[in-house]
């Protein structure tokens, strides 16, 4: 399925608080995205959407078609955190492949920051099992392990986050737009030792769609700047923090290895990466999970200024979760999607293989994904 279908569209909502509901920050990104890949959404005949995190609905998937004013024959909702915007892309390209539709909308919103987060502070629920950590706490936990294990010093969380506060500043549509230096990350707050406020993610309301569809289709219809999907892989784990048999490596190792091997690239292929940076750790773990250095060796990859635009493996250079938006993945396509067409706001010079990773719950689900011109 290398190359097959194509990402044709784009569209976003502002990030920040924005006080709308969830249904109608879809359709603002869907409409968007249409007009981006010039189609009319009479000719949509798919739509899958992430269940919003912060108030879960039944027959979402149907309210957000409803809005838009579509009739898709395939559709509906989908929750598997962060990482389920990826795993609709697959979903889409898998239901045109078996021609069950020809144009799928795939779009993600959530207003946390207008309404209630308390989501996040008991992840999978309120009893004895799963209410046992908070977002920030299980992820405050990976990072100590990491730290125990390999020694990762703070100059090793301060670069993803020095990043992308830089790229986030640069970019004028970023919900947060201020840089910091080491000393800044340093003076940062605990949150969750050894979370500091500098390695967690913002709050954000918010929605980012795209539209896919194949190849062909995409040719048919003019459409010169959509942008061929190389690689997709997923992976997850059902075990809660205490039942792993390790923290510190995650399900992004079959993920990323089944996203390469299906576009028959390597790590060093890649000249941009948009990867999921809900706290500083994710990223560091994802860098080394994927194989772009061995286990223990990221605070090394990441020094000096290697992951800022102009170094040699820039990532999430629209700023991110930490800085554009926290509105969980879908931000992240849509960047690396610009990347490629050559549209972004801190371009990547001569970037041809982009990557994006995904990830849901406290590194319980992921899922990665190759495009390329």
């Known amino acids: 399925m290398r190359g097959r279908y194509v990402i044709a569209g784009l569209g976003h909502t502002a990030y920040g608080k924005l006080g709308l509901d969830t249904v109608t920050l879809n359709v603002q990104a869907c409409a968007e995205a249409l007009s981006d890949a010039g189609i009319d959404k009479g000719a949509v005949d798919a739509l899958f959407v992430k269940t919003p995190t912060s108030n879960r609905e039944i027959l979402y998937g149907q309210k957000v078609a409803e809005g838009l004013g579509i009739q898709p024959r395939w559709g509906g909702a989908w929750d598997q955190g962060g990482a389920a915007n990826i795993t609709l892309i697959a979903w889409a390209m898998m239901a045109i492949e ?26 999978r629920g309120n009893d004895a099992l799963h209410g046992w950590f908070s977002t920030a706490a299980g992820y405050g936990m990976i990072q100590r392990r990491h730290m125990i294990e390999y020694g990762t010093p703070p100059e090793a969380f ?22 910091i230096s080491f000393d800044d990350y340093l003076a940062s707050p605990w949150v969750v030792e050894p979370l500091r406020r500098d390695d967690c993610c913002l709050v954000s309301d918010g929605a980012a769609a795209v539209v896919v569809m194949s190849a062909a289709r995409a040719r048919s219809l003019g459409i010169d700047h959509a942008v061929p999907i190389l690689g997709i892989g997923e992976g997850q784990t059902s075990w809660e923090l205490p039942a792993r048999e390790t923290l510190t490596s995650t399900e992004a190792v079959k993920a990323g290895r089944l996203a390469f091997e299906m576009a028959g690239l390597r790590p060093a292929d890649v000249d941009v990466a948009q990867l999921y940076d809900c706290f500083t750790i994710t990223p560091l773990m994802t860098l080394e999970d994927y194989g772009f250095c061995a286990k223990g060796e990221v605070a090394h990859f990441v020094a000096d200024g290697r992951i800022e635009i102009g170094g040699e493996l820039p990532i999430n250079t629209s ?55």
Do not use: F, W
């Open 98 to 123: 078996s021609r069950q539709c020809e144009i799928a909308l795939v779009s993600y919103a959530d207003n946390p920051r207008s309404g209630s987060s308390a989501v996040y502070g008991r992840p």
């Open 158 to 179: 301060a670069a993803v986050a020095m990043a992308a506060r830089r790229h986030g500043a640069a970019n004028p549509k970023a919900q947060l737009r201020a840089a």
């Open 319 to 373: 700023g991110g979760l930490l800085s554009e938006t926290g509105m969980p993945g879908m931000q992240l396509i849509l960047e690396a999607v610009r990347q490629v067409r050559g549209s972004a706001n801190l371009q990547v010079q001569g970037a041809s293989v982009s990557l994006v990773s995904n990830q849901g719950g406290t590194m319980h689900t992921h899922a990665a994904m190759l495009l390329g011109g």
